[in-house]
């Protein structure tokens, strides 16, 4: 069973940095071949992709995120990063990790708010 934990979120004024961390848990899958990706939810809005990583490394960036965000993840920790850089009040949402694609299981969020 997949579990997921989201944490790193907070308060952060536009132009600020803030790294979230993704703690991933079950036996029966094996983290390293997996595809991994962040999404956000803005409230009243959808849920949206913004960032992945593949098995093997490579990244990819929706067109709102690119150049501010890495994303990154640890196979020993079975971890998923994404450092958010230069933040934007739109920026503001509840930030999920999950596989790429998603499945139907996922964690509670962080959220960050961009604020003046």
């Known amino acids: 069973q997949l579990k997921l934990v989201e944490s790193g979120g907070g308060l952060v004024q536009p132009g600020g940095s803030l790294r979230l961390s993704c703690a991933t848990e079950g036996s029966s899958f094996d983290f390293s071949l997996e595809h991994w990706a962040w999404y956000r939810r803005p409230i009243g809005k959808e849920r949206e992709w913004i960032a992945s990583?593949?098995?093997?490394?490579?990244?990819a960036y929706s067109d709102s995120v690119k150049g501010r965000f890495t994303i990154s993840k640890d196979n020993g920790k079975r971890t998923v990063q994404l450092l958010m850089d230069n933040l934007k009040l739109d920026d503001t949402a509840v930030y999920y990790c999950?596989?790429?694609?998603?499945?139907?299981?996922w964690g509670q969020g962080t959220q960050v708010t961009v604020s003046l």
């Open positions: 999950n596989r790429l694609p998603s499945g139907d299981i």
């Open positions: 990583i593949l098995s093997s490394g490579t990244t």
